[in-house]
């Protein structure tokens, strides 16, 4: 599956009313941990099939920031249910983000 774009208009559809568990990338095109990051969320979105992968740029939707209180980027968190149920901050390895993922998800 591939990354999907998440705005105001889909995020209802797409995040909060998901069958699946949801990992979001809230990142900026300015922030350079944010590009050395979106590879690996892409890598991820391409490998599991069990999860939804979303990305947030928070310059465009700077209303679903806020929600997520996210104070700096890039932003990863982990959503169940329509709840968030981890979030992490940072630019982290790949198996740093599988694991966040896979302890708030099974």
């Known amino acids: 599956m591939s990354t999907l774009t998440i ?18 990338d809230f990142w900026a095109a300015w922030c350079g941990p944010c590009r050395m ?5 892409d890598e991820i979105a391409s490998e599991r099939q069990d999860i939804k992968v979303g990305k947030i740029n928070v310059d465009e939707e700077p209303e679903l920031a806020s929600n997520f209180n996210v104070q700096g980027i ?7 249910n329509g709840k968030v149920s981890a979030h992490t901050v940072g630019a ?7 694991k966040l993922l896979d302890q708030n998800t099974l």
């Open 92 to 98: 982290h390895p790949k198996q740093d983000i599988l």
């Open 37 to 41: 990051v979106s590879p690996i969320i």
């Open 7 to 24: 705005t105001r208009e889909n995020f209802e559809s797409e995040v909060m009313q998901s069958d699946k568990p949801v990992l979001l």
């Open 74 to 80: 890039p932003h990863i968190a982990v959503m169940r």
